[in-house]
């Protein structure tokens, strides 16, 4: 009997102990998918207040006042901010927010493209470049969550306009294929060796051209095709190797 007794006293201290283990999961799974999230999606409208000052500064470099100290004083905390943002998404994992549940919703993929190449325009601008956009598809409306979608475009035209050696010339077009519609991202940039290619997605993986090296982890393009492929959709990538790629999004289109 003392033996039962003491099974059965062993066995809810596991049980405890399981829950307990269960809860603090739970706890730094959301902790790290806010975080994560947060740190990613601040590095566009960061970049985009940075260069929105260097063109008030340029505009006003002739008038007097103190409108250049206080320029000065935005510019260096906008630094701290990016260094931050850029710290904290290379020192956190992307488990948690990958591995949970994403809320779908109905999504114009039409209006989330022009969102997303609205705000690349200053960085654009900045550049000498342009987003041409072709949107062909007659239908649409998919089936999905819009802040991952919208994360998944950011990352893969924030590494077009990176990984340009001249002026970008991004294409981003549509059309509906195989029951549903496809998303084409292409640029002018490098292009991606045929022997490189399978290692592009993989996590913390950056691509080394020789010439000056671009900030970052090696984490867009992974977290791009994860969360992509977690909601049940493809992300494909098509480059002659010698100039320019083309990454193909497909979603089934909502019924």
């Known amino acids: 009997i003392l033996s039962v007794i003491m099974l059965i ?3 809810v201290i596991f049980i405890s102990v399981l829950r307990a283990l269960s809860k603090e999961y739970n706890i730094r799974k959301e ?16 970049s985009n207040i940075s260069l929105a000052l260097a063109l008030i500064e340029k505009e006003n470099k002739d008038t ?11 510019n260096s905390e906008t630094a701290k901010l990016k260094q931050r943002a850029n710290q904290i998404l290379g020192i956190a994992t992307l488990d948690a927010m990958l591995e949970e549940v994403s809320e779908r919703h109905e999504v114009n993929m039409h209006e989330l ?21 072709i949107l062909n598809a007659t239908a649409s409306f998919v089936s999905g969550n819009p802040v991952q979608l919208s994360t998944a475009l950011n990352n893969i035209i924030d590494n077009a306009i990176a990984y340009c050696l001249q002026s970008p010339v991004i294409k981003v077009s549509t059309e509906n294929a195989d029951g549903g519609i496809a998303v084409s ?7 991606i060796s045929e022997s490189k290619r399978h290692l592009i997605f993989k996590r913390g993986y950056r691509v080394h ?5 671009v ?10 095709q994860s969360l992509i492929e977690k909601q049940g959709e493809k992300l494909t990538l098509h480059s002659s190797g010698a100039y320019g790629s083309t990454f193909v999004v497909w979603l089934p289109v909502k019924s």
Request: glycine share 10%; hydrophobic share 35%; aromatic share 6%.
């Open 9 to 11: 006293v062993l066995m």
């Open 31 to 46: 902790t790290v998918d806010l975080v994560n999230t947060m740190a990613h999606d601040l590095k566009t409208p960061i």
């Open 64 to 74: 007097a006042g103190n409108s250049h100290q206080y320029i000065s004083i935005i």
């Open 113 to 133: 493209i022009q969102q997303s190449v609205q705000s690349f325009s200053l960085r654009l601008n900045q550049a000498n470049g342009n987003i041409k956009q």
């Open 185 to 191: 991202i292409t640029d002018n940039g490098t292009g």
């Open 209 to 213: 051209n020789g010439h000056s090296p």
């Open 215 to 224: 900030e970052g982890f090696g984490m867009g393009l992974y977290l791009a």
